[in-house]
């Protein structure tokens, strides 16, 4: 559904080489990109501030050119058939609104009915099921300047899905959003995805939504694909140290045994770390085990978001 090969968007910008001379320079926002997702698929696209992570979706949806390299979307270059991709993306930048600021939002919705040419019919059908889904009834005549932001980014959704696209590009679509309105969307992203095929592009900097949507991620970095493959993957690869929590019979010292370091002891409860290359958690039950009588056990696995600061940091190779 979506392929790029060698990707590269370079920018032409100045900068201060002197007291009052400027200088030209070259900066590359994407590097030689190429990754390929198939249809249905939900696949999150990470890294930091100014990593590439938006000029790759301008890209990808006609927006901005491709310095070099070649990108297609449902067999479509976005750059020379805009119009035509249009009608078969959707996309929600979390910064920004498709929708009529001072018009209320069912106005906003019939404006993009005639944008999209989309039948009468299937409009209202399409709006019906949206409204249901994301509870946008009680919103749908108030003006769009008066919505909070989670209103506003539900309503954005519905405005990018009301033409039923087959691929959607989300761009920090639950950015400065609260725990309920993150659920909400998290949910009907997953639903949609499930029950319509549709494929999704996510981009953000809230590695929950990764977690909870998506089975693929990306990592981009200085604008090159540091990694693309299972999300799983990551803390196995990665994520070498893992915590052993049991709760003894008895409270006791520290305990002492091979391949484990004990980080804490809160009465009965220790808690030992020991890195899975070295030891298995098996093995160290077992050890465990030998030497006092375990009430209840639980393994803590990496931190995701702990696992991928460190690959920006440089900490981590992969």
């Known amino acids: 559904m979506i392929e790029a090969e060698n990707l590269e968007k370079r920018f032409s910008v100045l900068r201060k080489a002197g007291r009052v001379r400027r200088a030209r320079e070259d900066v590359v926002a994407v590097a030689g990109v190429t990754f390929t997702i198939a249809a249905g ?29 070649r990108a297609t979307v449902a067999g479509i270059d976005p750059t020379r058939r805009r119009i035509e991709v249009a009608r078969r993306i ?19 919705f019939d404006l993009l009915r005639h944008v999209y040419r989309v039948g009468a019919e299937q409009h209202r059908r399409d709006r019906d099921e949206l409204t ?6 009680p ?15 539900r309503g954005d959704l519905a405005a990018a899905l009301l033409h039923d696209p087959e691929v959607l ?16 969307v998290r ?3 997953a639903a949609r995805n499930r029950e319509r095929g549709t494929t999704v592009l996510l981009t953000t900097h809230d590695l929950d939504d990764i977690e909870r949507l998506c089975s693929r991620v990306m990592i981009i970095d200085h604008g090159r694909l540091l990694y693309d493959g299972a999300l ?3 803390a196995d690869r990665l994520g070498e140290d893992r915590v052993l929590v049991v709760d003894l ?16 002891v809160e009465g009965p409860r220790q808690r030992l770390a020991f890195r899975r290359s070295e030891v298995t958690a098996a093995a160290l039950i077992a050890a465990v085990s030998a030497v006092a009588e375990i009430v209840d056990l639980s393994i803590e696995e990496p931190d995701i978001e702990a696992v991928i600061r460190r690959v920006y940091a440089g900490e981590l190779t992969l």
């Open 41 to 69: 698929e939900m696949v999150g696209y990470i890294g930091p501030n100014g990593a590439g992570k938006s000029t790759t979706i301008k890209m990808l949806t006609g927006i901005l050119v491709p310095t070099s390299g």
């Open 232 to 234: 799983a993957t990551v």
């Open 132 to 137: 249901e889904l994301l509870d946008l009834a």
């Open 187 to 189: 949910e009907f992203l």
């Open 249 to 264: 019979a008895e409270s006791g010292a520290a305990l002492n045994v091979p391949g484990a370091r004990v980080v804490s």
């Open 139 to 153: 919103l749908l005549d108030v003006p769009v300047r008066q919505l909070s932001l989670g209103q506003r980014v």
């Open 90 to 108: 959707g996309v929600v930048f979390g910064q920004r609104t498709q929708l009529w600021w001072d018009l209320p939002l069912r106005d906003s």
């Open 169 to 184: 590009y989300l761009d920090e679509p639950t950015i400065g959003l609260d725990v309920v309105s993150k659920a909400r």
